[in-house]
């Protein structure tokens, strides 16, 4: 009876060990101990994109903005204005040279749309309960949920002028 | 299935049938047993659904205002006045501490009494209340946007600042009537002196329109009585002001048989408007004071204190025609003017009737001289000339009246526990109700202004007993709401109340409803130590003073992590909530720290002081549940000793 349930329980842990092995290949979490300096993060290894890398040019989100369409040139004062304003209302979690509480908006040109970066400015609880991709970020980003700066729509579209500068 | 489609139709059916019952009701106006079980109906706010009444009780020994909804009576809300609140840090914070300055030095605590909603043309606009404190005489005026206390003036010259704090038809001003005569200017003298030396002053303190800053236009230096209640006039009457006394025997002693000797004590009858013109064309003394003057700027978050010097002071007699007194029986507490303005009540409290004077009489009166003496001066009109009638009630102890607008006059009564439904003009009782127990005040919403919203009076009573569950020997008082719809009050419901509510304020929600802020505005923040972005978070030393400039927004403080802070070092923590939506404030709080949390809404600055006694290393924490990641929202300041070298430095995330 004894070595029955010895065996299961061995049989149970090599399941759980080999199941963890195969999926994770992060470094160990090591408890009491600093991490080394130097250690170069390592890319979970995953068929699925994280949604911060993933294009989604052809999806505009949900929300006011269904139509919008940028001029070949930029705009100049905008960009001034935008750069303010994202100061002022988005640095607390947005960095432009690193992740931070929320995505890099580096490049966010190159994978999302301008309608959806507006529309998730001006009501990302909206965006993150109907829109995949933010629903996604929701959890990369460990649930921190973005603010509502209540902006009007011109100011949405300053910063979104200003993220067309950053590159 | 099936079943469930029946049972709908039923309960729709009894819907139907209640509902037109509730019909009927408001035709005959016949309130019958059956429908007690629409009682229910009638103070039941669905969920998600909304009061049609704002209701503001004052807190009395709270020193507060709490802002409730009729008909539900639930609670929305205690603003902080005159008493320090650990739940925002009103009175804690570096910003608010000023609010509660007064010519003592930092009063914390203050008995608040009787709110006022501001007033154009004498209908409720929505835009200030005002409450006074009884204790330490100051008048408080409260944004009904914010719904914080903006501004607090305290009166010199006053003790017990009891008539106060109404306001005349336009908000020209808002009186402040002694309810202790004391010696004017204070002075050392014998107490049993007080007859003939003490004096009261009723003091006129102007709003200004924009803003409503309150100042002190003058102060009317009147005979020693006990200056109990006050109403402005209405309509015809505007321009006047009528206060009730007592004591008028000026006893100094033993007041609860010695200042009930006289059968009639006074309304005095105050033609402000004279004496306005009086002050304004240079008369009135002015005498040195000292009081308080706090202002608390929006844009900046923070309140300033100022001490006055002077104030203005006439003598009733220097302004001829202005001062009367009318005659009104049994040490009248509460006094109300209808909504035409032509009828004063006097509730004369040890009395059975209520005494109501004419203005219309009272002009004929004074015009055609008939004066039955004087006193200190001041004429005496005759009982007979100006009164209109006598309500014989049949109850015991009146004390106060407010109006539904429709001709009606509703009365509480204190010793017999009731409120009595009367009409103006014919003096009949036309219906009582009890309360439970012990009345004090009631409220109609609108029900003291030009034009009261006469749907449900809200009864403030003094005595709870076995209305609630017993939880020991202090009880929140009650309040019982009524529907006056119809010809018969109907009660519905029994409500806590906070503190002790002397008076309450109520108005239509739609007044206020729209223009109820939101949050502050970031870029209209001129706090002196706001962040307004987080690349601006920083410390800085001046000597033993460290200034932490923070922000904060869902879920961090920047910066969180602080180093050099040194035993002995007086710590600023001057937090800005980022934030620019709806509901979402942070708060603050410091380990051991000898003061209260800081509750900081959306685009505010506040600013806690820290005092570190101990080395080590010291959390501090956000207290308002802010997002899925509140429990991560927290900090670390390392504390040194004293002679400790380690260098200021602070960081976030690295």
Known sequence: MKTIQRLALLFTLGFLISCGGKEEKKERVNYGKKPKVETKKEEPKSDVVPASKRITLDNKGVGKIKNLELSATIDNAMVERGAALFKTNCTACHKTNKRFIGPNPTGIMERRSPEWIMNMILDPKLMTEEDQCAKDLLIEFNGAAMANQNLTEQQARDILEYFRTLK | ?654
């Open chain 2, 1 to 654: 299935m099936k079943k469930y489609k029946f049972q709908l139709l039923s309960l729709l059916g009894a819907t139907l049938f209640l509902t037109s019952c509730g019909n009927n009701n408001g035709q005959s106006g016949k309130s019958s047993g059956a429908l007690n079980s629409s009682a229910a109906e009638k103070v039941y706010v669905a969920p998600g659904e909304h009061d049609e009444f704002y209701a503001f009780m004052s807190g009395g020994y709270s020193g507060n205002l709490t802002v409730y909804g009729l008909p539900s009576g639930r609670m929305f809300k205690e603003i902080p006045v005159f008493s320090q609140f650990p739940t925002s840090g009103y009175g804690y914070s570096e910003e608010t501490k000023p609010m509660l300055n007064t010519s003592h030095g930092f009063v914390p605590w203050d008995d608040a009494h009787h709110p006022d909603i501001s007033q154009t043309a004498g209908e409720l606009d929505g835009r200030w209340i005002f409450i006074n404190g009884n204790n330490t005489p100051r008048i408080a005026r409260i944004s009904l946007s914010t719904f914080e206390t903006e501004e607090i003036i305290e009166v010199p010259n006053s003790a017990g600042n009891h008539s106060s704090s109404f306001v005349t038809e336009n908000s020209e001003y808002v009186v402040a009537g002694t309810r202790f005569s004391v010696p004017i200017p204070q002075r050392d003298m014998p107490i049993n002196e007080y007859k003939g030396n003490f004096q009261g002053a009723l003091s006129f303190i102007s709003v200004e329109p924009e803003h409503g800053h309150m100042d002190i236009k003058f102060q009317l230096i009147m005979p020693g009585f006990n200056y109990d209640l006050a109403h402005p006039g209405r309509g015809k009457s505007h321009g006047w002001f009528f206060f009730t006394t007592y004591n008028t025997e000026e006893a100094n002693s033993l007041q609860e048989v010695n200042a009930s000797q006289n059968d009639k004590d006074f309304i005095a009858a105050i033609n402000w408007k004279k004496v306005e013109e009086y002050v304004n064309n240079g008369g009135g003394t002015k005498v040195p004071a000292n009081y308080a003057h706090n202002v608390y700027d929006e844009s900046t978050h923070m309140a300033t204190s100022t001490m006055k010097k002077e104030v203005l002071t006439v003598n009733p007699l220097d302004v001829p025609g202005a001062v009367f007194f009318l005659p009104t029986p049994k040490s009248p507490h509460g006094c109300d003017v209808d909504p035409t303005g032509n009828y004063i009540i006097g509730n004369g409290k040890l009395s059975a009737d209520l005494t109501v004077h004419s203005f219309d009489n009272m002009i004929a009166a004074i015009e055609g001289k008939k004066f039955d003496g004087e006193a200190y001066g001041i004429p005496i009109l005759k009982f007979e000339d100006v009164l209109a009638g006598t309500v014989k009630s049949g109850g015991l102890g009146p004390l106060h009246t407010e109006f539904d607008g429709k001709g009606n006059a509703y009365t509480t009564f204190f010793i017999s526990s009731e409120v009595v439904k009367w009409e103006l003009g014919t003096w009949e009782v036309k219906d009582r109700q009890p309360t439970y127990y012990s009345v004090g005040h009631l409220m109609i919403p609108g029900g003291n202004s030009k034009k009261p919203f006469g749907k449900y009076v809200v009864a403030m009573n003094k005595i709870t007993k076995d209305r609630y569950l017993p939880v020991g020997p202090e009880m929140e008082h009650s309040a019982q709401i009524y529907d006056i719809s119809g010809e018969k009050m109907e009660l519905l419901y029994d409500f806590p109340t906070h503190g002790e509510p002397h008076y309450a304020a109520g108005c239509p929600a739609d007044l206020l409803k729209p223009k109820a802020k939101k949050f502050y505005r970031l870029d209209e923040n001129k706090h002196p130590y706001a962040v307004l972005s987080p690349d601006q978070a920083r410390v800085e030393r001046k000597g033993k003073e460290v200034h932490i400039y923070m922000s904060t927004i869902r879920s961090h403080f920047t910066p969180d992590n602080i180093e050099g802070i040194k035993v002995g070092d007086k710590v600023y923590f001057h937090i800005t909530n980022h934030e620019q939506d709806f509901d979402v404030p942070h708060g603050f709080s410091m380990i051991g720290q000898n003061t209260s949390e800081l509750l900081i809404m959306p685009g505010q600055t506040k600013t806690s002081l820290w005092e570190p006694k101990q080395v080590g290393v010291w959390p501090f924490y956000c207290t308002d549940f802010c997002s899925a990641l509140h429990q991560e929202m927290q900090g670390y300041v390392r504390v040194s000793p004293a002679n400790s070298n380690i260098e200021l430095s602070w960081s976030l995330g690295d």
